[in-house]
Antibody, heavy 119, light 110 residues
């Protein structure tokens, strides 16, 4: 049973870069058939998909965030990362990492980590 | 971009049937997936590919999809089913490839 766990700073200053890591355990992270995504949820609001990465290195991003997002993989450490640049208060949210086993839905999620953008 | 529309809330008495709808343009041509999210917890997949249930999800959760509306049905609702429910599709129209979520429906068990 794969498990995902997000980690990173809980507070980021406006205009800076938000950086989070998702560590994957209990599964075949390097199998090459899964997509690894970041999803966020502002308090009291719905889910917004941020972007995903395939093991080959190809990425797909939400067009509304594409100019500010980078997702990368480190297979040697069994983790993938999110960078979101030039953050504002609107980027304050719980950030989740999740897996799509090439079926267009998310079967495994991390527990989420709250990131607050504030000076 | 593709838009999924859900009612903000649905109320149901214990033991009754709750139906949560998800509207989208010709959504019947897409595969729809449903997540349950309880307060302070990550979403959990409860229905995938319109009507299939992951292992461990009770049979009282079912789904259907046709035309412009997909529906999640919870039969014999229990107090523990009170949660937010989100529909989701994969959209490749317009040249962009994105996962799209509905706005969510809060199911309240009276």
């Amino acid at each position: 049973q794969v498990q995902l766990e997000e980690s990173g700073p809980g507070l980021v200053k406006p205009s800076q870069t938000l950086s989070l890591t998702c560590t994957v355990s209990g599964g075949s992270f390097s199998s090459g058939s899964d997509y690894w995504s970041w999803i966020r949820q502002p308090a009291g609001k719905g889910l917004q998909w941020i972007g995903r990465m395939y093991m080959s290195g190809s990425t797909t991003y939400n067009p509304s965030l594409k100019s500010r997002v980078t997702i990368s993989l480190d297979t040697s450490k069994n983790h993938f990362s999110l960078q979101l640049t030039s953050v504002t208060a609107a980027d304050t949210a719980v950030y989740y990492c999740a897996r799509d086993v090439n079926k267009d839905y998310f079967d495994s999620w991390g527990q989420g980590t709250l990131v607050t953008v504030s000076s | 971009s593709y838009v999924l529309t859900q009612p903000p809330s649905v109320s149901v008495a214990p033991g009754q049937t709750a139906r949560v709808t998800c509207g989208g343009n010709n959504i019947g041509s897409k595969s729809v997936h449903w997540y349950q999210q309880k307060p302070g917890q990550a979403p959990v997949l409860v229905v995938y590919d319109d009507s299939a249930r992951p292992s461990g999800i009770p049979q009282r959760f079912s789904g259907s999809n046709s035309g412009n509306t997909a529906t999640l049905t919870i039969s014999g609702v229990e107090v523990g089913d009170e949660a937010d429910y989100y529909c989701q599709v994969w959209d490749s129209s317009g040249g962009d490839y994105t996962y799209v979520f509905g706005s969510g429906t809060k199911v309240t068990v009276l």
